[in-house]
């Protein structure tokens, strides 16, 4: 090997170097590279997601008190549509805690489909559907305090989680309000909510504004189906978060109603729900069948309404309205068959005549309001009567 060679070697290595430095020093910070001799910081953010955290050290928890109910609560920091999430972390005991929001949301693969905020100043990856909800929720001039179990819980301390799992009801039923976050919008879920609203809503005439009376049954129907069908109303915790809520927000992309958990409102909505159910528009439309399930959600009230009633000391019996409903889909020759049959059995309940006598000229859809005063005035007198628990 001649001198020149060998020469030219050593300055080839020597001009190579400054893209080395960043693999032979140590200490270097993460997310920087050094070229040409210079120091600088590289981050790479996807269109149309949150920037980057992954330069920031990860969170890390301070323990819980075990001697009581001590939790945490999340402070959601305001800011616009794009900024970085960025929360805190105060640690609170649950009897002595401020007004918050406790959050429902189903959990996603956490291992197929992550997302990171900041805490504390501190990375952390939570679901991408706990991430949804917390960008729906945060407010653009204000903070939001709420309780999510994946952040407020420390997932890796076992110990720590079976105590807080163990009165998670009580974290649920001392919230000032429950937000179940069923994910994110679709091109039905603002009329599918606007379905639900006329439910939520407290009104003596129930066909005004009733969502088949602005759109076609089977538009109307899918539309409510978009909001009904979404996981959240299939899974077991789930239930169990809304039951003892004493408000709650239902939320869908940016879309939410609203509801009192007081037994007058429960009663309400789930009268409407179940009236509607049986209604002639949804059992006997012709040439369609209606496929929308509505158990998951009337189960879920009927659950949050005898947490009521026994809230407020009033024992709740099965009504001749639940009847109805659970004989929806059972066949008669005559439509109106169905709804004589329910007041011949209510008539032997209760031991004498009702207002409403078989009528076979009357047309289905009168028939239908005048079945649902004589309930709603049978029920509104049973509630009256009741006695405390």
């Known amino acids: 090997m001649t001198y020149l060679t060998r020469l030219w070697q050593r300055v080839f290595r020597f001009s190579s170097l400054p893209f080395q430095l960043d693999k032979r020093l140590f200490g270097l910070p993460q997310g920087w590279k050094i070229a040409f001799g210079f120091w600088i910081k590289y981050t790479v953010d996807s269109p149309g997601e949150a920037p980057s955290t992954s330069s920031k050290s990860e969170f890390e928890y301070f323990p819980l008190r075990t001697d009581g109910k001590e939790i945490r609560l999340l402070i959601i920091h305001p800011g616009n549509p794009t900024d970085i999430i960025r929360t805190s972390v105060m640690h609170v005991d649950l009897a002595q805690a401020p007004p918050f929001e406790a959050l429902s949301y189903v959990w996603g693969d956490y291992y197929q489909d992550r997302a990171s905020i900041e805490v504390d100043g501190h990375a952390f990856e939570i679901h991408a559907e706990l991430f949804n909800a917390i960008h729906t929720l945060r407010l653009p001039n204000a903070s939001r305090l709420i309780w999510a179990d994946a952040i407020c819980i420390n ?58 009376s602005y759109a076609e049954l089977q538009e109307a129907e899918q539309n409510l189906a978009d909001i009904v069908n979404r996981k959240w109303f299939s899974r077991v915790w789930t239930v169990q978060e809304a039951t003892l809520a004493r408000h709650t927000t239902l939320m869908c992309g940016p879309h939410q109603v609203s509801w009192s958990g007081d037994l007058r409102s429960m009663r309400s909505i789930v009268f409407r729900l179940k009236s509607a159910a049986i209604s002639p528009y949804f059992t006997v439309a012709p040439n369609y069948i209606s496929k929308l399930d509505w158990s998951a959600l009337v189960n879920i009230l009927e659950t949050q309404m005898r947490q009521a009633a026994r809230r407020e000391g009033v024992t709740l019996q099965r009504n001749h309205l639940d009847l109805a409903f659970d004989f929806r889909h059972r066949q008669c020759a005559q439509p109106r068959d169905k709804y004589f049959a329910i007041f011949g ?7 004498g005549k009702l207002a409403l006598v078989p009528d076979y000229t009357i047309p289905l859809e009168e028939l239908h309001e005048k079945f649902t005063a004589e309930i709603r005035r049978i029920g509104e007198a049973e509630l009256a009567l009741a006695g405390p628990m």
């Open 155 to 212: 997932q890796r301390n076992m110990s720590e989680a079976n105590h807080q799992v163990d009165f998670m009801g009580e974290i649920y039923g001392t919230a000032a309000n429950v937000v179940i976050y069923l994910g994110k919008a679709t091109e039905r879920t603002e009329e599918g909510m606007r379905c639900l609203k006329y439910f939520t809503e407290s009104s003596n005439d129930l066909q005004q504004d009733a969502p088949w």
């Open 345 to 351: 059995i209510i008539e032997n309940d209760r031991g």
